[in-house]
């Protein structure tokens, strides 16, 4: 009988002790209780900025969470510092841009997470209603550039995870200046002819996973712009889309190079690009090394394997210069599948800088059920196992 008073007291005793750490169920701010509501129309901005500030005041995990329904927000910013240094953003229901693009059109971002640490978003679908911009831009008219869906910038040890973008104004999910960042299961959807809306732009940020997701878009699945390093992509499907793109890089006299990234068991279904690396043609101090492209799959891929240091869209106001970006140790391995052009693997780089270190390691890329082709300028490196089309390093 002592025995098991002395194990009740010992049990009562842990369980103040666990409670009183912080480490019980965190509190939770339902924006409901704040003035939003689920029918889509009501601007519920201020409610969700009300949440947020009582989650990033509390010296406590919290939780804002987001119920079932439909929540119209205009542009939010939500900043840090914070109090604490777990807040999980939890959607249950979907959060609307406003159908007008004028009214975030010119801001940037729709929703953008700044100078936070800690933070988790997690499940929703996010709403851009970009197809009027869309359409503007198509028409070639005075058009805003548009608003990121979702923008972490300045940040720390951030989670989004099973979240689902929809026909974003501009990129999908944007990682500016951010440390130990983890993509987890999301999906994006737009359509392929719908301009600059990038699935996943990461850029001067270090110690990125994107992994299981999906990207379909009209702009690269994944960008990879200046600043970058250690960043991880495994498992991710592309298409429709430009594929996953190393730069644009260059575009800037000073600018800080790309290294440390691994692409591995990716697949790309009727993409414009596989894998590719792009510079502008113009003095630049921007190098890309260290890149691992692995067990990628091709179907229907106009250009499989790319590295174009020429690069200029739609051919306008190129600077028709000699690219400074140094590109060097770039590793290709296991690249499978069908390329809907001739020519698959194309390495055109820059006569001051050649590309250096270049391997091609088990690459079997076909056209029309044909070895496809390939092209070589201003590259170095070497070829083993089974290559096709034949190297042209």
Not at 122 to 133: A, V
Not at 177 to 199: E, L, Q, R
Not at 216 to 234: A, F, K, R
Request: with cysteine; charged share 15%.
């Amino acid at each position: 009988m002592e025995q098991t008073t002395s194990c009740v007291l010992f049990l009562a005793f842990v369980l103040l002790v666990f409670a009183s750490s912080g480490v019980a169920d965190p509190l939770t701010y339902n924006v409901l209780n704040y003035g939003a509501k689920s029918d889509g129309d009501f601007d519920s901005t201020r409610a969700f900025v009300a949440a947020w500030t009582l989650a990033c005041g509390s010296i406590k995990p919290a939780t804002v969470y987001v119920p079932p329904g439909r929540f119209l927000l205009r542009g939010v910013v939500f900043r840090g510092q914070c109090k604490n240094n777990a807040i999980v953003f939890r959607i249950d229901g979907t959060l609307v841009a406003p159908s007008d693009y004028k009214v975030v059109g010119s801001t940037g971002n729709w929703i953008l997470f700044e100078h936070v640490s800690g933070v988790s978003v997690y499940g929703g679908l996010l709403d851009g209603q970009g197809t009027g911009l869309w359409t503007c831009k198509r028409s070639g008219k005075g058009c805003p550039g548009g608003a990121t869906s979702l923008g972490f910038s300045n940040s720390k040890n951030i989670v989004i995870r099973g979240l689902t973008s929809l026909n974003s104004q501009l990129y999908h999910i944007v990682i500016d200046g951010c440390n130990n960042v983890n993509v987890d299961g999301v999906s994006v959807s737009a359509s392929g002819n719908s301009p600059n809306t990038d699935g996943i732009h990461v850029q001067s940020s270090t110690g990125v996973t994107i992994l299981n997701s999906r990207i379909g878009t009209g702009d690269d699945c994944v960008s990879v712009g200046p600043g970058t390093n250690n960043l991880w992509i495994e498992n991710v499907a592309c298409g429709p889309g430009h594929g996953i793109s190393i730069g644009s890089l260059g575009k800037e006299a000073e600018e800080p190079g790309v290294q440390n990234v691994t692409v591995k068991t990716v697949t790309f279904t009727g993409t414009q690009n596989g894998v590719r690396i792009k510079s502008w043609g113009r003095p630049s101090s921007g190098f890309a090394r260290n890149i691992l492209f692995q067990h990628a799959i091709m179907t229907d891929v106009e250009n499989p394997i790319v590295i174009d240091q020429h690069y200029c869209p739609d051919e306008k106001n190129c600077p028709g210069l000699v690219s400074g970006v140094k590109i060097s140790d770039v590793t290709y391995q296991d690249i499978r599948g069908t390329s809907a052009t001739e020519v698959a693997v194309k390495f055109d780089c820059s006569a001051s800088y050649p590309c250096r270190d270049i391997r091609m390691e088990d690459v079997k890329l076909t056209y029309r059920n044909k070895p496809a082709e390939a092209s070589c300028t201003n590259a170095d490196g070497t070829a083993s196992g089974l290559i096709q089309p034949s190297s042209c390093l």
